[in-house]
């Protein structure tokens, strides 16, 4: 709802930053939430459980920060 104010407001599609969506959302909320960002949008999610976020791919791409390192996961 957020970045659609944005949109209607300025006129550009905002970035989302979502923070630790596993321990927030049900699994078909977190999936639903994704596949609305990933066609309309931009996001950077975060997450401790890698497990979580291998389930998006193809909606995704996947980093891992390690030791203040960014690379692909």
Do not use: I, K, M, N
């Amino acid at each position: 709802a957020a970045a659609e104010v944005v949109r209607e407001e300025r006129g550009t599609r905002a970035t989302l930053l979502l923070d630790d969506l596993d321990s927030e959302l049900d699994e078909d909320r977190l999936r639903a939430l994704c596949e609305v960002v990933a066609h309309d949008g931009q996001a950077l999610v975060t997450t401790a459980h890698e497990g979580w976020a291998v389930r998006l791919d193809g909606l995704a791409r996947r980093f891992v920060v390690e030791a203040g390192e960014v690379r692909p996961a």
